[in-house]
Structures are given as structure tokens and as C-alpha cells.
């Protein structure tokens, strides 16, 4: 049973940082890439950033970048993301998600390419 688990939400003002982690079991993820996706109210689930497996290829949406971190310790089967200069349009549920099956080219983007999901974060952004 492959679980995601994602922790580090909460309340911040705009600005400001927070450090999501996503703990994976059931299934080594050293050879798949991990992605962050995140859901407003009244929105569709959209993606943020997304790492390869080595690490060495990031993705992320144009509303991120330069604000955002994605990074990955396989030996922890963890992913992080780390998000700085915090705006209250960030505030959403974020969801950690791995495919079962390699990922290439814009694949990394579509919510439909993850096989497995967390349960979410919260994350809120004060003005």
C-alpha cells in the first residue's frame, strides 16, 4: 500500500516562509519523480514544481518560479518544497503526488500522470 503524507502546512502572513514535506512508504520513489500540486476553493487542482528522480531536473509553474523550492532525499523517501515570499493567491490545500510509471517531458505538469496522492496540506497566506 503506497502512502503519501504530507506536513508543514499552516497559517502565514504574506511574505513570509513554510517548509512542506511529503514522507513516502510502500514503494521505493528513487526511480520516479515526485510533484506538488495544490487546490483553491472553487478551483481545479493545479500543478506546482515536480522533480525528477535523480534531483537534477525541476519543474515548476510560472506562478512559483523563483519563489518556490522543490527537493528530494531518496534516501529518506522524502520530498519537500520549500515556498518563500508567500502571497495570499498561494493559499490552498497542497497535495504531494508520485506516479507509477516514469515521467517524460509534460507529462511533469498534468495532474493526470500521478497515480498516487497525500491527503493534503493546508496552507493559508495572510495580507
Known amino acids: 500500500q503506497v502512502q503519501l503524507v504530507e506536513s508543514g502546512g499552516g497559517l502565514v502572513q504574506a511574505g513570509g516562509s513554510l517548509r512542506l514535506s511529503c514522507a513516502a512508504s510502500g514503494r521505493t520513489f528513487s526511480g520516479y519523480a515526485m510533484g506538488w500540486f495544490r487546490q483553491a476553493p472553487g478551483k481545479e487542482r493545479e500543478f506546482v514544481a515536480a522533480?525528477?528522480?535523480?534531483?537534477?531536473?525541476?519543474y515548476y509553474a510560472d506562478s512559483v518560479k523563483g519563489r518556490f523550492t522543490i527537493s528530494r532525499d531518496n534516501a529518506k523517501n522524502t520530498v519537500y518544497l520549500q515556498m518563500n515570499s508567500l502571497k495570499p493567491e498561494d493559499t490552498a490545500v497542497y497535495y504531494c503526488?508520485?506516479?507509477?510509471?516514469?515521467?517524460?517531458?509534460?507529462?511533469?505538469?498534468?495532474?493526470?500522470?500521478?497515480?498516487?496522492w497525500g491527503q493534503g496540506t493546508q496552507v493559508t497566506v495572510s495580507s
Open positions: 522533480i525528477r528522480w535523480s534531483g537534477g531536473s525541476t
Open positions: 503526488a508520485a506516479p507509477a510509471k516514469p515521467l517524460f517531458g509534460l507529462s511533469y505538469y498534468r495532474t493526470g500522470s500521478y497515480d498516487y
